[in-house]
């Protein structure tokens, strides 16, 4: 692949310099004292965070164009989805300030945006299943390795916190992601190999199934608690510390706690 292709936006860095900022005044002031809760502490874990699911639903998202120019999709270099310009995957609303208000009031990392591939412009079968696996396991990567940054770097505690939760976020939203559901990556990963009837059954389920799921999980808090303790699995086996990534949860939903 020509290193042209890939052109990084001014947006993308504009959100990378927030998370940064954020991150740097989490890090500067203590969220939590002795005496309480810190104003700025605690704005620069909440910045931090969101800042953070903002790059990951982008990287999320040029993970399957990438995966897709790659595998034989040149359209995609056209749309703009290797611009890692987190508005060229559909709509503004839905894909980022929807996913952000959610994570923001209720914890769960909703998936965002999608990029259109062209499958039938795809090599093979197993082409197109990497290309929906490449979204979920660039969330699972990202949540490694700031589990592994954590845990090898000796830090303030805002920004400890703040990396903690924002990586438990990653495994989480590949756990929910990951599911054979149709309108998440896991099931287009399997799509390929279903029977004819079986596509057909996704391709109409495809709009209203991820709701369905999202309102199971906001609904029945022992099925939320079933996909936090997968997460809290795989979090502690890459080495995560779930005291740490609850207390920034905690801090970063403030209002709640």
């Known amino acids: 692949m020509q290193r042209s292709v890939v052109r990084p936006s001014l947006l993308f860095y504009v959100i990378l310099a927030v998370t940064v900022a954020g991150g740097i005044l989490a890090a500067l002031v203590d969220p939590v004292t002795i005496t309480g809760r810190t104003v700025l502490g605690t704005v620069g874990v909440f910045v931090l965070v969101i800042g953070g699911w903002a790059l990951s639903l982008t990287f999320h998202e040029f993970g399957h ?12 270099a056209a749309k703009g989805y290797l611009s890692l310009d987190i ?3 559909t709509d503004p609303v839905l894909s980022l300030v929807l996913p952000l208000i959610i994570l923001a ?10 990029v259109w591939i ?18 979920p396991l660039s969330n699972l990567g990202l949540g490694i390795v ?30 929910i992601n990951i599911l054979p559901v149709p309108g998440l990556d896991g099931f287009g990963a399997i799509e390929p190999y279903l029977s004819p009837q079986a596509r057909e059954f996704g391709a109409k389920a495809r709009p209203w199934a991820p709701l369905v799921l999202f309102a199971l999980i906001f609904a029945l808090p022992g099925f939320a608690q079933v996909l936090w303790d997968i997460t809290d699995t795989l979090f502690g086996a890459v080495g995560g510390d779930e005291r740490a990534a609850q207390l920034g949860q905690m801090i970063f939903m403030f209002w709640r706690f």
């Open 146 to 175: 700031l589990t592994v940054v954590v845990t090898l770097v000796d830090m303030p505690l805002g920004l400890l916190v703040g990396l903690s939760y924002l990586a438990s976020l990653q495994i989480l939203a590949f756990v």
């Open 65 to 76: 164009a990438l995966v897709a120019y790659r595998g034989g999709d040149r359209e995609v």
């Open 87 to 89: 508005r060229r995957y």
């Open 118 to 135: 062209n499958r039938w412009a795809l090599r093979s079968r197993s082409v197109s299943s990497w290309v929906s696996l490449a979204g």
């Open 105 to 114: 009031i209720g914890g769960i990392p909703l998936p965002g945006g999608a």
